[in-house]
Structure formats: structure tokens, C-alpha cells
């Protein structure tokens, strides 16, 4: 099997987050978003995708991207209740500007306009598509994956770039585990999740016989952006984000999804691995 590429680390450190906040150049936000939260006693967070409520009796699924994770811990450290609502990354900053959300997530290029109209705080966190097969697989590469099955997560964010970009079937399921279960049973040729998490899960010895894999694509850091001038929020969360990367919080995070994401795997799996 010709060697494959190696992971190249997926949680970067903040030493940006000072040049990021430069551009807001020291201006007052005249209505602090962080005040106003704590004001009305509740922080909305807009992120891509709103995880939705439990269902009691319903299968338990660790969803694919760690924005709720991060938001509940925003809030948290902000004693205030957390409010989600769903934000796709390109319409952020009008999100911000209509008060839809006080903060949004968003995985965006450094290149990326938006930048420009709001206050970026990076979070430490950044990932791009994995696509993990078989070990025995004939796919070396992504252009290999036309007309090929791949397994996706459909609350993540690589739903549908996968088909647009390569001409894969694209076979989408509810959350990561559903997906990867059925990689594990034959019903895909492979699977792309988040490279994060994904490089964490075949660390695992379950997953030895599916470890194979193509470089991680385009890998985008996961922000917080802020209304435009408003520094005093930015530097709260930058705070925030510091103290993130002090204890290796997510580090810890994506382990721990992994896990949870195997689990699930094993706990559904009633028939034998497809060899």
C-alpha cells in the first residue's frame, strides 16, 4: 500500500489572537454585545448547524462539529443561559449586525472577506475534510472518489462538497456515527468527517482496519467573530480561548468525542465488519 500523507496537527496555537484583535484598532464598541448579554441574562451564539433538543428514547448522537461544545463553555464562563440559533459562516457578519446572535462560530479561511467586518477571535481549534477507508482500499486519492459511496455527516460541514467537488455519491446520515457504522459494514467506500475528530477515532485499535486515509483538505481555523469595534467582548473571549489552550481543553474535547463516537459505533453494530 504506497504510504499515505501524514496528519498534519489539527489544533493550532493562539499566538495570532493579539494581530487579530489589532484590527479593531482600539475602538469602543459604543453597545457592548457582552454587557448587553449579561443584561438580558442570555448569550445567542450562531453557529452552522443547532444541535436539536433530546428526545427521550432516542439514540444518543455526538454530533459532528464541537460549536455547542465551545458555545456552552462561552456561556458558562459568562454565567449566562445559551441560546443557539443556526448561522451559516457567510452571512455572520449580518447576523451580528441584526442582533440575531451576540457572537458567531465560524470556520473560515484566513483569507476569507469576512474578516474584514468583524472582530475575528480565534478559538485555537482548526480542521479541514478527512476521508478515512478501509485499510485494504484501491482509493490513494480524492479524485479517486468519483462515483465512489462516501459516508457524511449531514449536521456537519462537509455535506454535498464532497459530490460538488469530486463527483462521490454522497450517502448522508444523521451524525457521525451513523455514517461510520456504515463504513464499517460495506455500505460506503468511505467516509469524511472532521479531521480533528476523525484523527483522534483511528487512533482507537477498533479502528486499525480503517485506518486508511487521504490528506486532510483545506483546513479553516474555527473562530468567534464579533460585532465590528467591539473589543471589550473580543478580549472577554479571547480570554476565554487563552485559558482553552493553557489546559489543552481542546485537546481533551475532541478525545473525548471520539470516544463517545466509537461507542455509539459499537453499541449499533450487530453485524460483522464488511471484509
Known amino acids: 500500500m504506497a504510504a499515505l500523507k501524514k ?4 489544533l493550532l496555537p493562539r499566538s495570532l489572537a493579539a494581530a487579530a484583535l489589532a484590527c479593531a484598532c482600539m475602538i469602543v464598541h459604543a453597545d457592548n454585545t457582552a454587557e448587553r448579554a449579561g443584561r438580558n441574562g442570555v448569550l445567542t451564539v450562531g453557529m452552522h448547524h443547532v444541535v436539536p433538543p433530546y428526545v427521550a428514547g432516542a439514540k444518543f448522537r455526538t454530533p459532528e462539529n464541537i460549536d455547542s461544545a465551545l458555545a456552552e463553555a462561552v456561556s458558562g464562563s459568562m454565567k449566562l443561559k445559551l ?7 457567510k452571512e455572520a457578519a449580518k447576523a451580528l449586525a441584526s442582533r440575531k446572535a451576540d457572537i458567531a462560530l465560524a470556520a473560515i479561511p484566513d483569507a476569507d472577506p469576512l474578516r474584514k467586518s468583524v472582530v475575528i477571535v480565534p478559538t485555537g481549534y482548526s480542521s479541514g475534510p478527512m476521508a478515512i477507508m478501509r485499510s485494504d ?4 486519492t480524492w479524485e479517486q472518489l468519483k462515483g465512489r459511496k462516501v459516508c457524511v455527516s449531514g449536521d456537519g460541514r462537509y455535506a454535498g462538497t464532497i459530490a460538488e467537488k469530486y463527483g462521490a455519491t454522497e450517502v448522508i446520515f444523521r451524525a457521525p456515527a451513523d455514517a461510520l457504522l456504515a463504513l464499517r459494514i460495506g455500505g460506503c467506500d468511505a467516509a469524511v468527517h472532521d479531521s480533528a475528530v476523525l484523527a483522534q477515532l483511528i487512533k482507537l485499535p477498533e479502528w486499525k482496519k480503517f485506518s486508511a486515509r487521504l490528506p486532510i483538505g483545506p483546513v479553516s481555523p474555527l473562530v468567534f467573530t464579533v460585532p465590528a469595534k467591539d473589543t471589550q467582548t473580543a478580549r472577554l473571549l479571547n480570554r476565554v480561548a487563552d ?3 493553557a489546559t489543552g481543553y481542546l485537546t481533551q474535547l475532541t478525545e473525548k468525542m471520539a470516544r463517545n463516537i466509537a461507542f455509539e459505533v459499537y453499541l449499533d ?3 460483522p465488519d464488511c471484509h
Not at 441560546?83 to 459562516?89: G, K, L, R
Not at 482500499?137 to 490513494?140: A, E, G, L, N, P
Open 243 to 245: 485559558e482553552w489552550f
Open 137 to 140: 482500499t484501491d482509493i490513494k
Open 7 to 10: 496528519i498534519e496537527p489539527a
Open 83 to 89: 441560546n443557539t440559533v443556526p448561522v451559516p459562516a
Open 269 to 271: 453494530q450487530n453485524v
